[in-house]
């Protein structure tokens, strides 16, 4: 709805339905998430593009949630006013306890660039989608890209049949997945507790 596309989710009444990828209000769970794998950590960054239309939203949201555990959120912009290698030289200077990268095409052009700097510079980040993990990333909370797309596919088909889309409701993923990379976890020495391992629905060894 941010977006203008829809006026609410119960159906737009108008030629427009689909499916929400939710990517941008998982900002504060990837806190909770990354938090929980780093439980010392006092100051957090989130890798940001300047230009990104949901950044004051979700800066605001993620940083509200770190308030009652006291920590604090640094916005780092590493596209549009920024780039990575700026982005995580700004990350080292402040002392950055750990980063969170926001869901965004411009840092997603740049994700392997982005996964061998915080690599390179030792620091546990979390990541908006299974391939990050799967490259390299120490982890990744996201929705589950496939149940996406086969709701799509389910709807295109209602659509095709007959159905008008205004009268369709938005639908909303309903399952998530967090891929934790062990490998990557050694590079910054870092433990992983086993309560998060187990709630992983991938571990990549």
């Known amino acids: 709805m941010q977006s203008g596309l829809v006026a609410k989710l119960s159906g ?18 990837r806190l909770e998430v990354i938090r ?3 439980p010392n950590a006092a100051v957090f960054a989130m890798l940001a593009n300047s230009e990104n239309a949901f950044l004051e939203s979700d800066s605001k949201d993620v940083t509200e949630a770190a308030k009652p555990s006291g920590a604090k959120v640094l916005i780092v912009h590493a596209a549009g006013d920024g780039d990575p290698s700026t982005a995580f030289a700004e990350v080292a200077r402040k002392r950055v306890d750990g980063v969170l990268v926001h869901h965004d095409g411009a840092l997603y052009s740049r994700i392997k660039e982005i996964i061998a700097l915080a ?3 030792r620091v546990p980040t979390i ?9 390299g990333g120490l982890m990744s909370y996201g929705l589950d890209i496939n149940q996406v797309l086969r709701q799509a596919g389910v709807y295109a088909g209602r659509i095709l049949n007959g159905e008008k889309p205004g009268e369709l409701p938005v639908q909303q993923p309903t399952k998530f997945q967090l891929v934790v990379n062990l490998k990557t976890a050694k590079t910054p020495g870092l433990a992983i507790p086993p309560t998060l391992l187990a709630r992983a629905d991938e571990v990549i060894e």
Do not use: H
């Open 12 to 29: 737009s009444g108008g030629n427009v339905t689909g499916v929400t990828f939710l990517n941008t209000a998982l900002m504060p769970k």
């Open 36 to 38: 929980e794998a780093v």
């Open 119 to 121: 690599a390179s510079y």
């Open 127 to 135: 990541y908006f989608s299974r391939e990050c993990a799967e490259l």
